[in-house]
């Protein structure tokens, strides 16, 4: 009985945070979490806003590579807005450090669809932003997110920009989408090539609009300025 008594019960970060979200004794396996959510790009809002929480609570402990890794998974996971969820939770001194500064650049450049603008500052910050697996995939996938959200048929340059692509590599990527995207290739007037996507309630304003499962019409008027 005593042995049983000595035995300590293991439970996932999940549960930690669950059970006592508050518990600063479990802010280095929150740590530990975020290391493993970028080696292995798992993901997990809320128990990287439970550290962040409890970095309020002890500014001390905070660990600046940490919380960019916390922003940068953040922007992964775009066009939700968990980078501004996680933003607020992060103090005003802290924000002015550099790299702080070039993540909130960075973001605001996603969610005003300036790529060429995104990808250049990309170029200049690779050493913090290729410490994050899977990186450049998720911000393409965004990409294409946003561009289907606003054309039916979108020209070869303009996602060359959008996904910062060019030559053979976009080959690749355009036969990967014909094949499991649903995408097509046209040839326009000229020589250029136009990629028809699928049709969605924004670019086919006939469709039935889902409200349970769109993006805000204040998001894409945000953005359509930017690309039309």
Same mark, same amino acid.
């Given at each position: ?6 035995? *300590? ?71 939700? *807005? ?147």
């Amino acid at each position: 009985m005593a042995k049983e008594a000595q035995q *300590q019960v293991s439970y996932t970060v999940e549960e930690l945070v669950a059970v006592n979200p508050y518990n600063p004794d479990i802010l280095a396996d929150l740590e530990n979490y975020v290391n493993e959510q970028v080696s292995s790009q798992k993901y997990s809002l809320d128990a990287n806003l439970c550290l962040l929480r409890l970095y309020q609570c002890e500014p001390e402990r905070m660990s600046p590579p940490i919380v960019a890794r916390i922003l940068i998974k953040a922007l992964m996971a775009m066009p939700a *807005q968990d980078f501004s969820l996680c933003l607020f939770l992060i103090p005003e001194q802290v924000q002015s450090e550099e790299q702080f500064k070039t993540l909130i650049v960075l973001s605001h450049y996603l969610e005003t669809a300036r790529f060429r603008l995104f990808w250049d500052e990309v170029a200049k910050n690779r050493s913090l932003l290729e410490s994050v697996p899977g990186f450049q995939q998720a911000i393409e996938a965004y990409a294409v997110h946003v561009l289907s959200l606003i054309y039916q048929k979108v020209p070869r340059a303009v996602l060359a920009e959008a996904i910062n692509k060019e030559g053979l590599a976009l080959d690749q990527f355009l036969e990967y989408h014909v094949a499991n995207s649903g995408w097509a290739i046209e040839k326009s007037q000229g020589r250029s090539q136009l990629i028809v996507l699928p049709p969605n309630e924004f670019n086919h304003p006939e469709l039935k609009k889902n409200a349970s499962d769109s993006v805000s019409y204040e998001h894409v008027t945000r953005i359509f300025p930017v690309l039309s």
